[in-house]
């Protein structure tokens, strides 16, 4: 193994460093542009000019955005993401709390989306233009149009309402009953995942079956299925594995909508009540969070493309 190849493995996340600075200040700054006055929001009938005044000094509100903006980066550095003005407890735990829904149903959707996109990609390369391929290219168009909002409607009527054979929402409480939660919400993703796939595999699997060395390969005898085991389909992931480090990145922030749909207990869910009650410290910690997730994501997607393919070289 040549591994000056992977000499980015120490230099990246120095490089990404700035990334996740410039993250947290427009996370910051956005965070306080939500309209509302938090002490406000968290007394409520009860807020009176001094109690809402307590409340700002007491999680230091009234400070002006830049000196906020100090501690919080200096809470961050240790570890401490303040402390929640609707839970009264710290932001950090309460975030890793929510972390193993969020974590459980990117997972399972990434896992899913791959089942159906590999054998789909594949069956479609193979026959390029019949009635197969078509059929393929006709459920990706569709994927890629259809809302995550709509198209788990839909199955939620179709499975839960009608045949009963998912729960409509929530999160269980054993692991078998949690897998028996998240079917519909995975499935919902992955439908959408699986359509960007497909269309991505099954133009590299086409462009490497013309390969010079494919041909060559082939001409010495070795069979369709070795073929595709060992030299088309290896290449062909290189640019899907990219393509997918990008759409986590986006499926990560995307689960907002899908753990609302169905009252998953995540990060997501959180993040959206933390906006409505402008819990400003839930609110950073969870950006932050999702921030790290996707920097990591695309992280281990270099890793990847660069064990996979020995021509790439990322500086």
């Not at 006055?37 to 007491?58: E, H, M, N, Y």
């Not at 999680?59 to 009264?88: A, H």
């Not at 389909?233 to 909508?257: F, K």
Request: charged letters at 15%; hydrophobic letters at 55%; proline letters at 5%.
């Amino acid at each position: 193994m040549n591994l000056a190849r992977y000499r980015f493995v120490l230099i990246r996340p120095l490089q990404l460093l700035p990334v996740l600075l410039g993250i947290s200040i427009i996370t910051f700054v956005l965070v306080r542009s939500i309209p509302g006055d938090p002490a406000r929001v968290l007394l409520g009938a009860r807020s009176t000019p001094d109690a809402i005044q307590k409340i700002r000094a007491q999680f230091g509100l009234d400070e002006p955005i830049w000196v906020q903006y100090l501690y919080f980066l200096k809470n961050l550095l240790n570890g401490d993401l303040g402390k929640s003005l609707l839970y009264k407890i710290d932001a950090l735990p309460l975030i890793a709390s929510r972390i193993e829904p969020t974590l459980m149903l990117v997972l399972g959707s990434v896992l899913l989306a791959l089942l159906i996109a590999v054998p789909l990609a594949i069956l479609a390369a193979r026959n390029k233009g019949g009635w197969t391929d078509n059929l393929i290219r006709l459920f990706t168009t569709a994927g890629l149009g259809l809302p995550a909002f709509w198209l788990g409607l839909m199955l939620i009527l179709l499975f839960s309402v009608h045949w009963g054979l998912f729960p409509v929402s929530g999160y269980g409480r054993t692991w078998a009953d949690k897998m028996h939660h998240l079917v519909l919400p995975c499935l919902t993703i992955a439908l959408a995942l699986s359509a960007v796939l497909v269309r991505n595999l099954r133009a590299s699997i086409l462009l490497e079956m013309q390969a010079d060395h494919v041909t060559a390969a082939r001409a010495r005898g070795l069979g369709e299925g070795a073929l595709l085991r060992r030299h088309i389909l290896p290449n062909s992931m290189v640019p899907t594995i990219n393509l997918l480090a990008v759409n986590i990145g986006w499926l990560i922030s995307g689960t907002v909508v899908i753990e609302s749909l169905f009252s998953l207990p995540g990060i997501g869910q959180l993040l959206v009540r933390g906006i409505f009650t402008r819990d400003y410290m839930v609110v950073q910690g969870v950006a932050m969070v999702l921030a790290c997730a996707t920097v990591a994501v695309n992280f281990i997607a270099d890793v990847a493309t660069t064990a996979l393919d020995p021509r790439v070289k990322i500086q």
